[in-house]
């Protein structure tokens, strides 16, 4: 009877051991990229920000965080723009988020397929925050009087694709990740460039392409799928 218990023991133990998989349940990480706001004006200008997260990890590709960025969007042309109009807007943001990763749906199967497993960091998500804008060098001439406020507050919806590449360290668990996002915001209002427009057929908006570093650290978790 003793015997019959340790070859199944023997026989189950290494399955269990490959069904589950340790991961780190908190990152942390910092960035930059270009940003490009889309307002009532027609000149789109490329401008830079930075940000920041923290993430809580559910598994190793289903997370849920919160960001901060802090960088400028610009826009218009106070010589070209038809309206003579131009704005630079230091904004400041602040979102939660839930992001959603392929490899939440791979099993060790998939995973085989070399394609696949470079694949697994590819996700999607999506948030919700608020913009602070604090806005500079709007001009214009002439004798219109544009409505608008140089510094607003207003909601904002950040939608998110994106890569990460995972680095493990000595014991196999990831440390490191390489992350390449690519944002679209959706503001609640005309706030980003500072004018008021009853003739917009959208609200505001902006596209923010990143990359950046995250560090993933604290407890382990446990990943059963596998």
Do not use: C
């Amino acid at each position: 009877m003793k015997k019959n218990i340790l070859i199944l023991l023997v026989l189950f133990s290494p399955l269990s051991i490959i069904a589950q998989t340790n991961f780190y349940k908190f990152s942390i990480g910092a960035g930059a990229g270009g940003a490009v706001a889309f307002a009532d004006l027609d000149k789109n200008t490329l401008s830079f920000a930075g940000y920041g997260t923290i993430d809580y990890l559910l598994t190793p590709y289903v997370s849920i965080g919160l960001e901060g960025q802090k960088g400028e969007l610009a826009g218009g042309d106070i010589i070209l723009d038809k309206n003579n109009r131009q704005f630079i807007n230091s904004y400041l943001s602040g979102s939660a988020n839930v992001k959603f990763g392929l490899g939440e749906i791979l099993n060790s199967y998939h995973l085989n397929n070399a394609i696949l497993y470079n694949l697994r960091g590819l996700y999607a998500g999506a948030g919700f925050g608020f913009i602070k804008n604090k806005l500079s060098n709007v001009r214009y001439y002439g004798e219109t009087i544009y409505p608008g406020a140089d510094a607003s507050t207003e909601s904002m919806i950040p939608v998110n694709v994106g890569i990460n590449f995972y680095f493990p360290d000595q014991w196999g668990h990831t440390r490191f990740v390489l992350n390449l996002n690519l944002q679209h915001t959706f503001v609640n209002g005309e706030g980003l460039d500072g004018y008021a427009s009853s003739s917009s057929k959208h609200n505001d908006m902006y596209t923010y392409a990143s990359a950046g570093l995250k560090y993933h650290f604290g407890p382990f978790g446990l990943d059963r799928r596998r």
